[in-house]
């Protein structure tokens, strides 16, 4: 667990059919930007196939987000390269182990996978995977992962493969790579506390949450209540460190960084008295200079002060 509270930069994805995914600007030149501005980490989420009703009605389009992160690690050299988030039931699980040990070891060990049961119906059905095994195959990732990782032999029997005696190789940098559960409900945090080294709780109004299908936060007071208890249960269950909590500022208002400040270094405080080591804000700019002049204002307020 982070001994401060650590910033991700979120690239601002479009929204809508016609979205061009990179209109922010440059992935690798924003990427080096953040990190430049003091952020701790760049991420990205993940829709491989969206429906076109959903993007008529808010969706966003996105890039493939462990691929992009492995160009943004490219051009730089400390920032954390976050999955916020990858659906793991999309994905064959040694698929999936591959990929996220393939990023990590290029980019020397930064790599954090977010991950998530997902949600949408229509990209399950694109995709050829039922919606209504999602949570059983969000549990033979969290399985899989770390065989995979161990780079020793193994045998795993799963719902639609069957790996016996293979063994991984280059093992990733970091023993584990970091997994953060995202999701509001106990199970989530069941996950988080048993199986991952954070958990990314989704905030924002009611009709999100209900679209993502997992319950509503709440207040931060909330927040810290699940936040301990999901703690207590890692330590009762023997894990060695204290969880991650990933908080995803929810207040648009913080696209103009240098307005008021006061407030929101208010909010980020009470952020992380609830619990929280880690915030993800965005810009929402669809334009390079306007992304990069946000990330010099946040980062002059923020970061550096």
């Known amino acids: 667990m982070s ?9 601002p994805e479009g929204t809508g059919p016609e979205a061009d995914a990179l209109a922010s600007g440059p992935l690798h030149e924003i990427a080096a930007a953040a990190e430049g501005a003091g952020f701790d980490g760049f991420s990205l989420s993940e829709h491989p196939a969206p429906g076109e009703r959903w993007l008529a009605s808010g969706g966003h389009q996105t890039l493939d987000p462990l691929v992009a992160l492995s160009y943004a690690a490219a051009a730089t050299r400390h920032l954390r390269l976050v999955t916020y988030l990858a659906v793991a039931p999309y994905r064959n699980p040694l ?12 980019s020397g060990g930064r790599l954090t996978l977010g991950l998530g049961a997902g949600y949408q119906k229509s990209e399950f059905h694109a995709l050829g995977v039922e ?3 999602r949570n059983a195959l ?18 795993y029997r799963g719902r639609h493969f069957d790996a016996r005696q293979v063994i991984a190789r280059p093992r990733p940098v970091q023993d584990p790579i970091p997994v953060w559960i995202g999701g509001n409900s106990r199970l989530a945090r069941r996950r988080a506390a048993e199986r991952a080294q954070g958990w990314m709780p989704m ?18 007071a909330e927040l810290a209540a699940q936040t301990a208890e999901m703690r207590a249960t890692a330590e009762s269950a023997g894990r060695p460190e204290p969880l991650d909590v990933v908080f995803s500022y929810p207040d648009r208002s913080i696209a103009a960084p240098a307005a008021d400040t006061d407030r929101h270094r208010a909010a980020f405080a009470e952020i992380e008295k609830a619990g929280a080591t880690w915030v993800v804000v965005s810009s929402g700019t669809r334009d390079p200079s306007a992304t990069r002049e946000f990330l010099t204002a946040f980062g002059e307020t923020y970061l550096q002060a």
């Open 3 to 11: 001994t401060r509270l650590r910033f991700i930069f979120h690239y």
């Open 95 to 106: 698929l999936l182990a591959k990929a996220a040990a393939t990023l990590d070891v290029l």
């Open 131 to 133: 919606l209504a095994e």
């Open 138 to 155: 969000f549990d033979e990732a969290l399985e899989v992962l770390p065989l995979h990782w161990s780079g020793e032999s193994f045998s």
């Open 203 to 220: 905030s924002g109004p009611a009709q999100l949450t209900a679209t993502a299908r997992t319950p509503a936060l709440g207040s931060l």
